[in-house]
């Protein structure tokens, strides 16, 4: 490895054990912004064009599960580091406590005027960006840091709120302050090194939460408020993210003892999500499996 790549390794080392200090959970990163250890899962289906299901999201103990790798433990994040040498940065898991961090990620791609974006609708919607922290990207952006509430799941979306303003929530990362990609170093806004993320505004949050689906599936008040916030999980789920959400969820409840209880309701979830019924099926059966019991 060239000097610098080590020199680039260490520091994001640094950055990271840094962030976790401050309670921000960390996965170590690739020149290309993605996460830098492989999946030790891509082998299982090398006769399949498509990656299969992920197995399991870290039960397994070897790391390259992506986001679900991340965490504050020091020693935890040396061994991720020691793992990825190559590694020159590290990414930021959005929506776990204590921050719930939500990340606003203001592009300058394609011309658009993502800052024009937002102050648009802070009028519109009548709120106010607070005091921040707030990270440059190379390409000229900006990463707003701001903080959920603990009831809330914020979905990743692209563009959904405006061209050019992509939000990182639950299941996605930010790359932190002082990575090293191929196009620069991400760094801190001049000013907002010292602050703290700040609650997301109301009104803002409002319209981060996905949109109601309408008419939503029967509730089946016997698997509970726990095992409806599953189904709620699922039914937030946009594309490319339905398999992986329902699969989660369907772990969660095995894990809980209300599986076999909440099985239907996942399905219907799913089903109004786009997942055909048999899709949904493999998926629940996989999440029975990983978690010991049978299908």
């Not at 914020?154 to 639950?170: E, Q, T, V, Y």
């Not at 993210?241 to 095995?254: E, H, P």
Request: proline residues 12%; contains cysteine.
């Amino acid at each position: 490895m060239a000097t610098t790549d080590r020199q680039a390794t260490t520091l994001a080392l640094a950055h990271a054990l840094s962030a976790a200090e401050r309670g921000l959970a960390v996965i170590p990163l690739s020149r290309t912004k993605l996460p830098a250890l492989r999946s030790p899962h891509r082998s299982l289906r090398p006769d399949h064009p498509e990656p299969a299901p992920p197995p399991c999201h870290g039960e397994c103990g070897r790391p390259g599960h992506g986001v679900y790798d991340a965490t504050t433990d020091p020693a935890r994040i040396r061994e991720l580091f020691a793992a990825a040498p190559w590694a020159t940065g590290y990414g930021i898991a959005c929506g776990l406590p204590p921050h719930r961090l939500i990340g606003v990620d203001l592009d300058v791609k394609s011309g658009t005027d993502a800052t024009g974006a937002l102050r648009e609708l802070a009028l519109r919607h009548l709120f106010t960006i607070p005091a921040t922290v707030v990270v440059l990207t190379p390409s000229g952006g900006r990463h707003l840091w701001l903080t959920g509430p603990p009831d809330a799941v914020i979905p990743n979306s692209a563009g959904r709120l405006a061209p050019g303003i992509d939000i990182r929530g639950a299941g996605g990362y930010l790359v932190g302050p002082g990575s090293r990609t191929d196009h620069g170093v991400y760094a801190t806004a001049p000013g907002t090194e010292h602050l703290v993320p700040a609650p997301c505004p109301p009104s803002l949050l409002r319209l981060l939460l996905p949109p109601p689906r309408a008419p939503h599936p029967a509730t089946h008040p016997s698997v509970g408020n726990r095992g409806q916030g599953l189904v709620q999980f699922v039914l937030a789920a946009h594309e490319g993210q339905r398999n992986t959400r329902l699969f989660w969820a369907a772990c969660r409840a095995y894990e809980n003892g209300i599986g076999r209880a909440l099985r239907a309701p996942l399905i219907d979830a799913a089903v109004h999500t786009g997942l055909t019924e048999r899709e949904a099926r493999a998926t629940i059966a996989s999440a029975a499996r990983m978690t010991g019991h049978r299908p």
